[in-house]
């Protein structure tokens, strides 16, 4: 198979929606702390992320809200509300991130980091091949020493794992999808695994998905209480 078959494929076997629903558990761990989390993830393809996190005996911790260019944060165990941009997660994970990369680590769909305008142009002009028995490796590295690396299960083209490396500003991002087995999406995965590692700092994300559902009505409620304190990121 040529790169161009790869993209093609890649995107024939992934699902499809317009909105997408889940409910999961979320382990979070860096250097200092630890948290276990249940979620609710909800999204409207190509327009807002929604996620709210609970902590033990349902009590929700924080709401988070992503646009295509803007980041906002409900503490309600602080009392405060964060609005900012992408640079807001940047800091936090470490590494570029945008709403296209965002929304495709969390659902296992195909993107390119950075994002760029022509994604399958990119690919099949950037990216070099090589197939093991069970899988397929893609891997580039850029003029800014940027390194991708996916690998694509061989019998659905189904990222079982993304890699990036920044070599010059010494920091990772690694990406680790176990495959579900959800009627309503059948490449959607029951777990992911996110590492993020820049200048000794570690960030583990572990979400577990318990329940998907597509193409639903969904609601986005986001109502900030008066008294909560406003931070601008």
Do not use: H
């Amino acid at each position: 198979l040529t790169v161009e078959q790869i993209y093609d494929s890649v995107y024939k076997f992934q699902y499809d929606y317009t909105t997408l629903y889940a409910k999961c558990n979320v382990k979070f761990s860096d250097n200092q702390k630890k948290y276990a989390l249940k979620g609710n993830l909800r999204i409207q393809k190509d327009s807002l992320i929604w996620i709210s996190l609970s902590i033990g005996l349902g009590i929700e911790a924080m709401r988070l809200e992503c646009t295509k260019d803007s980041v906002f944060l409900i503490d309600k165990i602080n009392k405060s509300f964060t609005k900012g941009k992408y640079d807001f997660l940047k800091k936090l994970f470490k590494i570029d991130v945008d709403y296209n990369s965002l929304e495709s680590i969390l659902t296992n769909q195909f993107f390119i980091y950075p994002t760029v305008a022509d994604e399958k142009l990119d690919f099949s002009k950037q990216f070099s091949l090589k197939n093991d028995s069970n899988q397929i490796i893609a891997y580039r590295k850029t003029d800014e020493s940027v390194e991708n690396l996916l690998r694509f299960n061989n019998s659905d083209f189904r990222i079982s794992c993304y890699l990036i490396n920044d070599v010059p500003n010494v920091r990772s991002l690694k990406i680790d999808y176990e495959k579900g087995e959800f009627d309503e999406a059948k490449n959607f995965p029951s777990k992911v695994d996110i590492a993020s590692v820049n200048a000794g700092k570690n960030i583990l994300l572990n979400v577990n998905y318990t329940k998907v559902s597509l193409n639903t009505d969904l609601t986005f409620p986001f109502r900030v209480p008066d008294s909560y304190k406003v931070i601008d990121r």
